[in-house]
């Protein structure tokens, strides 16, 4: 299957500062990556879909301000939790969607907000 | 609308027996149906998907699930469980036609017992 990776796959911040996380599809192209969140021991929750070349949609509840989306280009998005705080603290996946609408998931970032 | 419940939050069973996760969809017409399995600290991996093709899916590790659209489930079993089945399962839906969001179960762990 297609893979997708993310970068960094933990970290460690400090309140008020900005944390980029990257995902990339390493063998595809993908018009549309989608960003998940996940508390412990819960499911994943859709936070934005994010199209390359135009404005990401967010879920209702999420804060576009506060989560930054790019898709910069086909095989890049990146999310930047702006303004971190202890409640951010969460493991962040992405989703890559090929051309044939299959859905491909990246391992993961376990973000801390210290 | 589209929703998926999974009855068990958390199963039990010994090395070597079957294993049975259930999966219930609701879904206005005949969707796409996913299982992905999550270790610890990691990504989700596709364990298998159904797409109106054979409802009997076969998938890896020694997965599969049927479809049964009378009973609007999708519950995926394996003869003989092995220790490194033990984690997170995620029964997922996806409506027909054209690209659409996925929607997560609430997931359902799974312990293996030596």
């Known amino acids: 299957g297609a893979v997708v990776s993310q970068h960094p796959s933990w970290v460690i911040c400090k309140s008020g500062t900005s944390v980029k996380i990257e995902c990339r599809s390493l063998?595809?192209?993908?018009?549309?990556m989608f960003w998940y969140r996940q508390f412990p021991k819960q499911s994943l929750m859709l936070m934005a879909t994010s199209n390359e070349g135009s404005k990401a949609t967010y879920e209702q509840g999420v804060e576009k301000d506060k989560f930054l989306i790019n898709h910069a280009s086909l095989t890049l998005s990146t999310l930047t939790v702006t303004s971190a705080h202890p409640e951010d603290s969460s493991f962040y996946i992405c989703?890559?969607?090929?051309?044939?609408?299959?859905?491909?998931f990246g391992p993961g970032t376990r973000l801390t907000v210290l | 609308a589209q929703s998926v419940t999974q009855l068990d939050s958390h199963v039990s069973v010994s090395e070597g027996t079957p294993v049975l996760l259930r999966c219930n969809y609701s879904s206005s017409y005949s969707p796409s149906l996913f299982w992905y399995v999550q270790h610890p600290n990691k990504g989700l991996q596709l364990l298998l998907k159904?797409?109106?093709?054979?409802?009997l899916v076969k998938g890896i590790n020694g997965f599969e699930a049927e479809f049964k659209k009378s009973e609007t489930s999708f519950h995926l079993t394996k003869p003989s469980a092995h220790m490194s089945d033990a984690a997170e399962y995620f029964c997922v839906v996806r409506p027909p036609g054209g690209y659409q969001k996925v929607t997560f179960g609430t997931g359902t762990k799974l312990q293996v017992i030596p």
């Open positions: 159904y797409t109106s093709a054979a409802t």
């Open positions: 063998d595809f192209q993908a018009t549309t």
């Open positions: 989703s890559a969607r090929t051309e044939y609408n299959e859905q491909f």
